[in-house]
């Protein structure tokens, strides 16, 4: 008799919560966790009609939990590559300008080299 009494206020308990969670919408996550516990309880009591429908609902909230952590994941991963080509990029500009600069103090040293060389042959 006590444990129908505590299967049945768990009921009430979240019947109470399920109709404040419809007026003020929290969260998925809460919503999902609802469903299951509703489940689980109606599992207990051998109601296997409410408890598929409910295990449904809970199955479809955690579908789209993790579709939208999926979303969010995607989205972090394409701003993370795209911050990568962009510093690989940067880091291409830097290595071309010291290429550049390389060259130069190379074309530099062989022009000094060339006219020291024809110094020394009218000598």
């Not at 510093?87 to 290429?99: A, F, G, M, P, T």
Request: aromatic share 14%; charged share 35%.
């Amino acid at each position: 008799m006590l444990q129908y009494e505590k299967t049945k206020s768990t009921y009430v308990k979240l019947i109470i919560y399920f109709e404040l969670h419809k007026k003020n919408r929290t969260s998925r996550v809460e919503l999902a966790d609802i469903y299951n516990i509703l489940g689980n309880q109606y599992h207990k009591n051998k109601d296997k009609d409410s408890t598929f429908k409910y295990k449904e609902l809970a199955l479809v909230e955690s579908k789209i939990i993790n579709k939208n952590k999926n979303e969010i994941s995607k989205f972090y991963y394409v701003r993370e590559l795209n911050k990568s080509k962009l510093l690989q990029k940067k880091r291409s500009l830097e290595n071309k300008k010291n290429l550049h600069r390389t060259y130069l103090y190379l074309t530099g040293l062989l022009v000094l080299f060339l006219c020291t060389l024809k110094y020394f042959k009218k000598r």
